[in-house]
């Protein structure tokens, strides 16, 4: 019985997670509870901070590289629930705009970072 291969299920895991996660950008982290998985596809002809359904993807996302890269990669843990008691309203000071710093790293306009007062 020396040739029955040992089954490892940690190892048939780890295998599943690097193939489910390379194809995903950005990959989000999902909570505890849920899973909510937001697939968005750079795309150079939408305006910033601006999120456009793909059409030839139902229920996937369009956004400029740079919004993607301004999002904060922490924004779906938790549910969307706590979006509306968290709004930490900011002034750009590069370009003026209003951002809420819940949802932005750095400024999906000017890519400028904000200042923490
Ligand atoms: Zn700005």
Not at 13 to 23: C, F, G, V, W
Not at 24 to 53: C, N, W, Y
Request: net charge negative; charged share 30%.
């Amino acid at each position: 019985m020396s040739k029955d291969k040992k089954f490892d299920p940690q190892n048939l895991y780890e295998k599943l997670m690097k193939s489910t996660n390379a194809a995903e950008l950005p990959h989000f982290q999902r909570g505890p509870s849920e899973e909510i998985k937001v697939d968005i596809t750079p795309d150079k002809s939408v305006a910033p901070a601006m999120f456009i359904p793909d059409p030839l993807r139902p229920g996937c996302y369009k956004a400029h590289p740079t919004t993607i890269a301004a999002m904060r990669k922490d924004i779906f843990v938790g549910g969307a629930e706590m979006f509306e008691d968290l709004e930490v309203l900011y002034t750009c000071e590069g370009c003026g705009e209003v951002l809420d710093l819940q949802f932005w790293s750095f400024c999906p306009y000017c890519e400028a970072k904000p200042r923490y007062k």
